[in-house]
C-alpha cells in the first residue's frame, strides 16, 4: 500500500509536463519559444510563417497611413482656373464674344490712322457701317429661313414685326453644329453699327439730314458781316480755280489745340517739335468764341515748322471753350486764316487753310 501511494504523484505529473511542452512554439526562423501566440508572426525576428517572409516590425510594412500622408489634391493655378471658365462657357458665346471683338477692333483701327473730319475716315465709317447692315440682315434672314419649316403661320410680316420669333427655333438649337455662326454674325454687325457711329464718326450728319433750300438771309447776313474790312491775300486770280477761291469769304481764328499726326499717335513723340495732322479752331461768332471746326490740309510747309516750333510750350490740359473732337489742347495765342465756304450751326463749312497770322497778345 505504501508503495502504490508514492507512486500515484509521479504518474499524475506527467501528463500535464507533457501538456505545457506542447503549448510552447518553436519559431524555425529564429529557434526561439513562442510564448505569445496571439499574433501570427515571431516577435523577436518577425517572421511570419503563414506568408513564409519576415516582416519589419519597425518598418514600412507596419506602418499605417495618416492623415496627413495622404496626397492632397493640387490647387489650380489662375491660368487653369481661366481655361476652366473659358471651357463652361458655351461655344457659341464664345465665338460671338470674339466676333464682337474684332468688329470693335476694325472701329478703332479706323479711328486711330485717319485725320478727323477727314475724307477717309467718312469712307472707313460708311464702309463699316455697310459691312454691319449686311451683317445683321443675312443673320436675321438665315434664322427666319431656319425657322419657316417648323411653322405653317410663319410670314414675311414676322422678318420683321416679330424678330424673337424669328431667333427662337436658332436659339432652341444653338449647341448643334454650325448653328453658332448666326448670333456671331449678328453680334459682329451689331457691335460694328455702334462702332462705325459712335468710335469711327467723321459722318457729317447736319448734311446728311439738311432738307430745304440754301441758308436763309439771317444766315448770308451773318457771313457778310463777318468778313467786313477782310482782305483778299490771293496775288494769282488768273484761273478759275483761284478765283472761286479768292470769292470764299474768310476768318480769323485762334488755334486751340491739334491732333497729333498718325506716328505720334501711335508710337508717341520723338522729338521737341510734335508733329500734327489737323488744327483745331475756334473764332468769333456773333461776338462769343465758340468752336468752328478743323482744318488739316493745304498748310505750307513753312507755317506748319512756325507752329510746331510753339506746340509744346503753348500745350494745356483742357481745352478753354467746350469742343466736340479730341485733341491735344493750347493756350490761345496762335492765329491763322481761313476761307470756309458757309456758315452751318455756328461751324464753318469746307474751311481751307490760308495763312498763319501774328501771336495775339
Given at each position: 500500500m505504501a508503495d502504490t501511494t508514492a507512486e500515484s504523484p509521479t504518474t499524475q505529473s506527467a501528463p500535464q509536463s507533457a501538456s505545457c511542452i506542447a503549448d510552447v512554439e518553436i519559431c524555425p526562423k529564429c529557434d526561439t519559444e513562442r510564448t505569445d501566440t496571439s499574433v501570427a508572426w515571431c516577435r523577436q525576428c518577425g517572421y511570419h510563417p503563414t506568408l513564409d517572409c519576415v516582416i519589419d516590425l519597425f518598418g514600412d510594412d507596419l506602418k499605417q497611413d495618416e492623415p496627413g500622408d495622404l496626397d492632397a489634391p493640387a490647387?489650380?493655378?489662375?491660368?487653369?482656373?481661366?481655361?476652366?471658365?473659358?471651357?463652361?462657357?458655351?461655344?457659341?458665346?464664345?465665338?460671338?464674344?470674339?466676333?464682337?471683338?474684332?468688329?470693335?477692333?476694325?472701329?478703332?483701327?479706323?479711328?486711330?490712322?485717319t485725320e478727323p473730319e477727314g475724307v477717309a475716315r467718312l469712307v472707313c465709317a460708311l464702309l463699316l457701317l455697310f459691312v454691319a447692315n449686311v451683317s445683321i440682315i443675312t443673320a436675321h434672314a438665315w434664322s427666319f429661313f431656319y425657322a419657316v419649316p417648323e411653322s405653317d403661320r410663319m410670314g414675311i410680316g414676322d422678318f420683321l414685326m416679330r424678330p424673337f420669333y424669328v431667333w427662337a427655333p436658332t436659339m432652341r438649337d444653338i449647341e448643334m453644329p454650325g448653328i453658332w455662326r448666326r448670333p456671331a454674325l449678328m453680334a459682329f454687325g451689331i457691335v460694328a453699327e455702334v462702332v462705325g457711329i459712335a468710335v469711327v464718326g467723321g459722318i457729317p450728319w447736319d448734311r446728311v439730314w439738311e432738307i430745304g433750300p440754301a441758308e436763309p438771309p439771317k444766315q448770308k447776313l451773318v457771313e457778310a458781316i463777318a468778313n467786313i474790312g477782310r482782305e483778299d491775300d490771293l496775288n494769282n486770280a488768273d484761273g478759275s480755280a483761284d478765283a472761286a477761291k479768292a470769292a470764299l469769304p474768310r476768318a480769323d481764328c485762334v488755334i486751340i489745340g491739334y491732333v497729333p499726326g498718325v506716328a505720334s499717335r501711335l508710337f508717341g513723340d520723338s522729338t521737341d517739335e510734335p508733329d500734327f495732322s489737323s488744327l483745331v479752331l475756334a473764332s468769333d461768332v456773333r461776338g462769343k468764341l465758340m468752336f468752328v471746326g478743323v482744318v488739316s490740309g493745304g498748310i505750307p510747309e513753312e507755317d506748319r515748322l512756325e507752329i510746331r516750333k510753339r506746340l509744346r510750350e503753348l500745350q494745356r490740359?483742357?481745352?478753354?471753350?467746350?469742343?466736340?473732337?479730341?485733341?491735344?489742347?493750347l493756350e490761345p495765342a496762335l492765329a491763322c486764316r481761313i476761307a470756309y465756304s458757309r456758315l452751318t450751326d455756328n461751324r464753318f463749312r469746307g474751311m481751307t487753310y490760308d495763312k498763319l497770322l501774328a501771336e495775339l497778345p
Open positions: 490647387k489650380p493655378s489662375a491660368a487653369q482656373g481661366l481655361a476652366l471658365l473659358c471651357r463652361s462657357v458655351p461655344v457659341w458665346m464664345r465665338r460671338s464674344t470674339m466676333a464682337a471683338l474684332a468688329a470693335a477692333a476694325l472701329g478703332i483701327i479706323a479711328r486711330l490712322t490740359t483742357s481745352p478753354i471753350i467746350p469742343c466736340g473732337v479730341s485733341a491735344t489742347w
